[in-house]
């Protein structure tokens, strides 16, 4: 068995007439390439997956060996039973290959077995010892690495007892030729085994890469979550300062003008709110188009108005005093340039405070004092309202002061007091805060 074994693994790798040294050496260098390609089958340049890929390699070799077959039939014969039994091995050797991906041990097992008892029993030396070279690929290249080594070895061993049992004048191949076919063997191992590492390579590569763009569309949506939250709060400030104010004056006027008092005096009264509401809209329109600016396409101009800070406090509290409530201001400390992120916190703590006491206090008088220290600026705006209700808890608008001035390692904190109401802010700053540039 061993012999004919042998000498049809290099008269069907090689081409050449078993037992010349030369044709084994061929086979190491040529057959392994062939029959991996053979095990990735293409159509029209586009390599199958899958069962198409095994039923196109199991009906290319199964034409192969058939083919090979029938043209040695015309130069050989055999009883009918030996020809029935040949073809059959044929037909399982062939036929197994359809399983080598999901069963690739025992395929690569049977496929050997298969050779072992065709050899010996047809006369037609077809080349089915394909089949088995294309398992053995395939058990390598689906990382059963172990396996594949003891059923190289297997075959080897038992090409080498049929040749050894051979006698001197028998052998039909030499030692070297021998050495060529373990190396031959070898060369399948290992090539199914750098398949299988390029393999996993590209999966794990394929892996990462489908990590790193689920953790940037992860990152992507974060930024876009602060950042609506982020425009959340402008509008907030913006629009609920601004209509605050609007409804408070008009709610004045109306209740003066509801005391029907002198027509001359409802006129000028009504005058005079009609004209807070229409500064305050109009600041309220200027800010809100700023706002928005944030949300301009790439190709769009930048707004031209300036963004607010705490160079605009005194139109603040201009427009706070239009609804009665008598606003004073204190600087502690000499002002210095601010980062324009951290003046606009300023200026938002500020504005969201005044906008709430003249909502929800009752106040007459308010109070806002800016403390410039070296390390951080305070904002602190009291009233002398009626201040929170017991079991009241903190409203949007404190919560969204609050996350300002966490933004910034700072901390603010809202509560009573004897006189009213105080909402207190700390906004650290870098060393290099003056220059009045914003810094990570």
């Known amino acids: 068995m061993g012999t004919r074994l042998h000498a049809r693994v290099v008269s069907v790798s090689g081409s050449l007439p078993a037992g010349t040294s030369r044709g084994a050496g061929r086979t190491a260098g040529t057959a392994a390439p062939i029959l991996q390609r053979m095990a990735h089958p293409t159509v029209a340049g586009h390599r199958l997956s899958g069962r198409a890929a095994d039923l196109a390699l199991t009906l290319l070799v199964s034409a192969f060996v058939i083919a090979w077959t029938l043209i040695v039939t015309r130069y050989e ?5 030996r020809a029935l039994g040949g073809w059959l091995l044929i037909v399982v050797g062939c036929g197994a290959l359809y399983f080598r991906r999901r069963r690739p041990v025992a395929v690569a097992a049977l496929t050997l077995l298969a050779c072992a008892a065709y050899y010996p029993v047809s006369v037609y030396d077809g080349p089915l010892m394909v089949t088995f070279a294309i398992a053995l690929y395939t058990v390598a290249a689906e990382g059963r690495f172990v396996a594949a080594v003891i059923l190289a070895v297997v075959a080897l061993i038992a090409v080498a007892l049929g040749e050894f049992t051979q006698s001197s004048d028998t052998r039909q191949i030499d030692d070297t030729s021998l050495a060529m076919l373990s190396g031959w063997l070898i060369s399948l191992v290992a090539i199914g085994r750098a398949q299988r590492t390029r393999s996993e390579y590209l999966h794990e590569a394929e892996q990462r890469a489908l990590a790193a763009e689920r953790e940037q569309e992860a990152r992507a949506e974060q930024s876009a ?4 939250l982020r425009i959340a709060h402008e509008l907030h400030d913006v629009l609920g300062h601004s209509i605050s104010l609007v409804n408070v004056q008009s709610s004045a006027a109306l209740h003066r003008i509801g005391k029907k008092p002198d027509p001359a005096l409802a006129l000028a009264s009504a005058e005079e709110a009609l004209k807070a509401v229409k500064d305050t809209s109009k600041e309220a329109l200027r800010e809100l188009r700023a706002t928005l ?3 301009r396409r790439a190709d769009e101009p930048a707004p031209t108005a300036p ?3 705490l160079e605009r406090l005194a139109a603040l509290v201009e427009r706070t005093r239009s609804t009665g409530i008598d606003v004073s201001t204190e600087t502690v400390g000499s ?6 992120s951290l003046d606009l916190a300023a200026y938002r703590i500020v504005q969201e405070s005044l906008t709430n006491v003249a909502r929800h206090s009752g106040a007459g008088h308010a109070r806002v004092t800016l403390t410039y220290a070296d ?3 305070r904002v602190r705006v009291d009233d002398n309202g009626r201040g929170q209700g ?8 404190v919560r969204g002061m609050a996350e300002r001035a966490k933004a910034f390692g700072g901390e603010l904190t809202a509560h009573n007091t004897p006189e009213g109401f105080r909402v207190s802010a700390r906004l650290p ?3 290099d805060v003056r220059s009045g540039e914003d810094h990570p």
């Open 293 to 295: 600016g944030m949300l």
């Open 429 to 431: 700053l870098n060393h």
């Open 307 to 309: 963004a607010a800070g």
């Open 375 to 377: 390390d951080a600026l």
């Open 225 to 228: 979550g602060e950042e609506r």
């Open 390 to 397: 017991t079991g009241r808890t903190d409203g949007s608008g």
């Open 335 to 340: 002002p210095y340039p601010l980062p324009p």
């Open 77 to 81: 014969s055999e009883t009918t039973s």
